[in-house]
């Protein structure tokens, strides 16, 4: 007979001890790792509680009042900003019957035109504001009032290059607007909406600082310079055979036809021309009553005089990516 069952009790109770404490172990060693990993987050929310206290944006009492001081003078940024941009926050004009706008479209063409005469700029044969699309084909009336609105922008834009007179526009190109395509436009999240327009033209330096410069005078249109490639007509610099320089012989050679009685001759009954005063030498001191004479004023020689005339006669092209910006109403 064996032992455990002779002592089946404390055999028993051995057994119970054991898984007992088998099972005390294995939570003791659980509880264990709980609390390192309690411990350790308590000490990583303590370390960014410690951070937020020191950061600018710490929920106190002082710093809140700080934060809504600075919300209220940006709030107050943008408003003003949003009054000075209000002149141009344009409603888009209702749209109107595609024969109406055709002849609204003739109507500005022609005024147009008649500036570049008057300026003496010449125009492409083909001229007709960007709308050229639309003498082959009828415009969709849902797209005349928002073509309408931008038809006013060009035209305004085209009477202040007029103005500066450029020698020659060379091209005005539109991108088509979404409306023209059959589709809607969405002015969700958007505080602008853009109408490009391009051109280029051939022109004096003067001309384009002058067109430049009127941009921002209009009162109703902002127009932004998205782009702007500015080249020599000329793409090599000037030389010598550019300009017809005359030799010394030739300059010194006396113009009879300018002057035929020139050359120092008189005439019977005529005193004698007199004698050009003659300057004294360095350091020597004029003759009491005697006038010095004026030495002459220094003057640009021929060769200065025929490079100013080529490099001031050099013209430009153009290219020229304008915007016309059209506000939008912010939502109530």
Partial sequence: MSWIQENRFAAGLGGITAVAAVGLIAWGVSAGKKYNQAK????????????????????????????????????????????????????????????????????????????????????????????????????????????????????????????????KLINLHRPPLEEEEGKTFDPKGRTYRALPVELSFNGTETSLRKFLSSLDDSGKFYFVVRSMRVMNEKPKAPTAADGNFKTEEEEAAPDAAADPFGGGFVLPGEDEAPAAPVAPAEGEVPAEGEVPAEEPAAEATSEEKILQDVLGAEKINVFLRIDVLQFIEPAA
């Fill in 40 to 167: 350790d987050d308590f000490a990583a929310s303590a370390g960014a509680v410690a951070a937020m206290e020191g950061g600018p944006l710490y929920p106190s009492e002082e710093n809140r009042q700080e934060k809504e001081k600075t919300v209220e003078e940006y709030e107050k940024s943008v408003q003003d900003l949003q009054a000075l941009f209000k002149p141009f926050a344009n409603p888009t004009p209702p749209n109107i019957e595609p024969d109406a706008f055709t002849e609204s479209l003739a109507t500005a063409k022609e005024a147009v035109a008649k500036a570049f005469a008057d300026a003496g700029t010449e125009i492409p044969p083909e001229f007709f504001l960007g709308y050229e699309t639309f003498t082959a084909s009828p415009v969709r009336k849902e797209a005349t009032g928002i073509l309408s609105y931008q038809m006013e922008a060009i035209g305004e834009l085209l009477t202040k290059l007029a103005a500066a007179a450029p020698v």
